[in-house]
C-alpha cells in the first residue's frame, strides 16, 4: 500500500484507473466516457500540484525518490525521482493532457472509447519517461510511449495517417536501437542501471581508461541519435511535419507540447551528466546543428501553404533555440533551455488547438483561402493573436523570456565557453536572426488568414447552410489557461526559475569546463 500512494507513483499510474474504468464502460456511451477520462486526467494534474507543494525548489537533488528492488539479478530497480530539471515538464505533461481531451469533445466521434484509453496511456509513459530514474525502467517507458502516439495517429489521423505514423513510428525506434545497445554496454561496464549510481562510478572508469574517450564520445552519440530524432533536430526532423499535419489536434497539441520535449530533457538527464567530456567536445557542433534548424526551421514555416504545416516546421526553429541554449553549457543557457520548453508547449499547443477549432467549421487548413476571419470571429482574432505574439517572442509574453535568456547564455558560451573555439558569437548572433524570421512567418500567416478582405472559405461555409461562429464557451476555457500561463511567464518569470536554478548549477559544475 506504501508503494501505491507514494507521491510519484500515484503521479505515473493515476490514469490507469481511468482506462480501468472506460475498459467496462459501453462504446456508446460517449459523453459519459469523456467526461471519465477528463476527470481522470484533472486528478492527475491535481497530483502533480501535490508533488509540487512537497518539492523543494532550493535543494539540488533528486526528491519524492521511490526505489525499490525490481530484477535484483540485474541490479534494475523501479526508481522514480524528480528535481529542478524534470518538475516543470511533469507538471506540463498534467497540465496539457486534460485540456488536450476537452478539445476532443465535438472534434473525435469515432471510437471515443479507444481513443480516450490510448491518450491515457499515453499519459502514463510520458510521466515516467520524466521520472524515471533507472536507464532500464526509462526505456520501457520511453518505447511503450511510441504505442499510443502510433495509434493516435493511425486511427483518428488525416487521409494520410498511416504513412505519417508508420515514419512517426520508424524513425523513433531506429534511433531507439542505438540507445539500447549503449544502455547495455553502461549496465555491463558499471554494474548497475541507476542513474545516480552510473554517475558516481563512470569518473573512475574514464579516468582508467576501462572506458575510452573515444568509446564514451560513441556512446554519446548513439544517445544523441535516439534523442535528436525526437527533439527532432535538423536534419533528422523529415517525420515531424507529417505526424503533426496527419495527427488529430489533441495528437498534435501533446506531440509538440510534450513528446518533443522527451529528446531535450534526454539530452539534459542522461547525455550531459554521463558523458561529461564527450559533451563539451561535441557542443559547438550540436549548437551548429541548431542554428541551422532556428533558420531552416523558420525560412521553411514561410513557405508553407498549410498553416499547421507552418506551426509544425516552426517546431523545428524553436526546439533549435532548447538546443543551443542547454549546449551553451552555462545557467543562464541552460535555464533559459528549460524554460522555452514550457513555452513552446504553451504557445505551439495554443495554435494547433485554435487550428483545430477552425478546421472544424471549415475543414481546410489551406491559408490562402482565409481572410477577414478577424471581423467574422473577433474573439478567435485576439486569442490567435496572442498565441502568435508568444510563438514570435513579444516582450511581455512568455517566448521573449526564453529565448532571451538562451541567447544570453549563447553569447556567454561564445565569448568565454564551449562555442569559442568554434563559432565565438556567431551562433548565437545568427541564431537572434531567427527571432526575426519568426515574426515574418508568424505575421505572414496571422495577415492572411485574420486581416484584409474576407476569403473565399466566408462564403463557402454559407453555402453549406450557416456561418462561421465565433469561439464558444468550451472552446474558450479550453485555451484560457495557456493564455494566462503565457502572461504569467513573461511577466513573473522568477517562481519557474526559481524551481529549476538549483539543479542546473549542480549539472554545470560537473562539467570539465
Known amino acids: 500500500m506504501e508503494f501505491l500512494l507514494q507521491p510519484l507513483t500515484l503521479l505515473t499510474f493515476f490514469p490507469l484507473l481511468g482506462v480501468l474504468v472506460l475498459l467496462f464502460m459501453s462504446s456508446e456511451a460517449k459523453t459519459a466516457i469523456r467526461w471519465v477520462a477528463l476527470v481522470t486526467s484533472l486528478l492527475t494534474f491535481g497530483v502533480s500540484l501535490w508533488v509540487l507543494s512537497q518539492f523543494q525548489a532550493s535543494n539540488p537533488d533528486l526528491q519524492l525518490e521511490a526505489q525499490y528492488s525490481w530484477i535484483p539479478g540485474l541490479n534494475i530497480y523501479y526508481y522514480l525521482a524528480v528535481d529542478g530539471l524534470s518538475i516543470l515538464l511533469v507538471l506540463l505533461t498534467a497540465f496539457l493532457t486534460p485540456i488536450s481531451i476537452l478539445s476532443t469533445w465535438k472534434a473525435v466521434e469515432d471510437r471515443v472509447k479507444d481513443f480516450m484509453i490510448f491518450f491515457l496511456l499515453l499519459e502514463v509513459g510520458m510521466m515516467g519517461v520524466f521520472l524515471a530514474q533507472d536507464l532500464f525502467m526509462f526505456y520501457i517507458f520511453w518505447e511503450f510511449t511510441l504505442v499510443p502516439m502510433y495509434f493516435l495517429i493511425g486511427i483518428w489521423g488525416g487521409p494520410r495517417r498511416l504513412y505519417a505514423s508508420i515514419k512517426f513510428f520508424l524513425y523513433t525506434m531506429a534511433g531507439s536501437i542505438l540507445m539500447l545497445i549503449a544502455i547495455l554496454f553502461l549496465g555491463v561496464q558499471t554494474g548497475t542501471f541507476n542513474v545516480p549510481d552510473m554517475i558516481a562510478k563512470l569518473p573512475a572508469l574514464?579516468?582508467?581508461?576501462?572506458?575510452?574517450?573515444?568509446?564514451?564520445?560513441?556512446?554519446?552519440?548513439?544517445?544523441?541519435?535516439?534523442?535528436?530524432?525526437?527533439?527532432?533536430?535538423?536534419?533528422?526532423?523529415?517525420?515531424?511535419?507529417?505526424?503533426?499535419?496527419?495527427?488529430?489536434?489533441?495528437?498534435?497539441?501533446?506531440?509538440?507540447?510534450?513528446?518533443?520535449?522527451?529528446?531535450?530533457?534526454?539530452?539534459?538527464?542522461?547525455?550531459?551528466?554521463l558523458f561529461p567530456d564527450a559533451t563539451v567536445a561535441a557542443a559547438p557542433w550540436i549548437a551548429l546543428f541548431a542554428t541551422i534548424g532556428i533558420i531552416y526551421g523558420a525560412a521553411v514555416s514561410y513557405a508553407q501553404a498549410d498553416v499547421k504545416k507552418l506551426v509544425a516546421y516552426s517546431s523545428v526553429s524553436h526546439l533549435?533555440?532548447?538546443?543551443?541554449?542547454?549546449?551553451?553549457?552555462?545557467?543562464?543557457?541552460?535555464?533559459?533551455?528549460?524554460?522555452?520548453?514550457?513555452?513552446?508547449?504553451?504557445?505551439?499547443?495554443?495554435?494547433?488547438?485554435?487550428?483545430?477549432?477552425?478546421?472544424?467549421?471549415?475543414?481546410?487548413?489551406?491559408?490562402?483561402?482565409?481572410?477577414?476571419?478577424?471581423?467574422?470571429?473577433?474573439?478567435?482574432?485576439?486569442?490567435?493573436?496572442?498565441?502568435?505574439?508568444?510563438?514570435?517572442?513579444?516582450?511581455?509574453?512568455?517566448?521573449?523570456?526564453?529565448?532571451?535568456?538562451?541567447?544570453?547564455?549563447?553569447?556567454?558560451?561564445?565569448?568565454?565557453?564551449v562555442f569559442k573555439p568554434m563559432g565565438g558569437?556567431?551562433?548565437?548572433?545568427?541564431?537572434?536572426?531567427?527571432?526575426?524570421?519568426?515574426?515574418?512567418?508568424?505575421?505572414?500567416?496571422?495577415?492572411?488568414?485574420?486581416?484584409?478582405?474576407?476569403?473565399?472559405?466566408?462564403?463557402?461555409?454559407?453555402?453549406?447552410?450557416?456561418?462561421?461562429?465565433?469561439?464558444?464557451?468550451?472552446?474558450?476555457?479550453?485555451?484560457?489557461?495557456?493564455?494566462?500561463?503565457?502572461?504569467?511567464?513573461?511577466?513573473?518569470?522568477?517562481?519557474?526559475?526559481?524551481?529549476?536554478?538549483?539543479?542546473i548549477e549542480k549539472l554545470i559544475q560537473a562539467l570539465p569546463l
Open 206 to 273: 574514464y579516468s582508467s581508461g576501462t572506458i575510452s574517450a573515444t568509446t564514451q564520445m560513441w556512446l554519446f552519440i548513439a544517445f544523441t541519435a535516439a534523442f535528436a530524432i525526437k527533439v527532432p533536430m535538423w536534419p533528422l526532423h523529415s517525420w515531424l511535419p507529417d505526424a503533426h499535419v496527419e495527427a488529430p489536434t489533441a495528437g498534435s497539441v501533446i506531440l509538440a507540447g510534450v513528446l518533443l520535449k522527451m529528446g531535450t530533457y534526454g539530452f539534459l538527464r542522461f547525455n550531459i551528466p
Open 320 to 417: 533549435g533555440f532548447v538546443m543551443l541554449g542547454m549546449f551553451a553549457l552555462n545557467a543562464q543557457g541552460v535555464s533559459g533551455a528549460i524554460l522555452q520548453m514550457i513555452n513552446h508547449g504553451l504557445s505551439t499547443g495554443a495554435l494547433f488547438l485554435l487550428i483545430g477549432m477552425v478546421y472544424e467549421q471549415t475543414h481546410t487548413r489551406d491559408i490562402k483561402v482565409y481572410g477577414g476571419l478577424w471581423k467574422v470571429m473577433p474573439i478567435f482574432g485576439t486569442i490567435m493573436l496572442i498565441a502568435s505574439l508568444s510563438s514570435m517572442g513579444l516582450p511581455g509574453l512568455n517566448g521573449f523570456v526564453g529565448e532571451f535568456t538562451i541567447l544570453l547564455g549563447a553569447f556567454g558560451a561564445g565569448v568565454d565557453g
Open 425 to 503: 558569437v556567431w551562433f548565437a548572433g545568427i541564431s537572434a536572426v531567427g527571432v526575426i524570421l519568426a515574426a515574418v512567418y508568424i505575421l505572414y500567416m496571422f495577415q492572411k488568414m485574420f486581416l484584409g478582405p474576407e476569403g473565399s472559405i466566408v462564403e463557402e461555409v454559407k453555402q453549406h447552410g450557416h456561418a462561421l461562429r465565433d469561439l464558444n464557451w468550451r472552446e474558450i476555457v479550453t485555451v484560457a489557461p495557456l493564455l494566462i500561463l503565457m502572461f504569467w511567464i513573461g511577466l513573473y518569470p522568477a517562481p519557474f526559475f526559481n524551481l529549476i536554478v538549483p539543479a
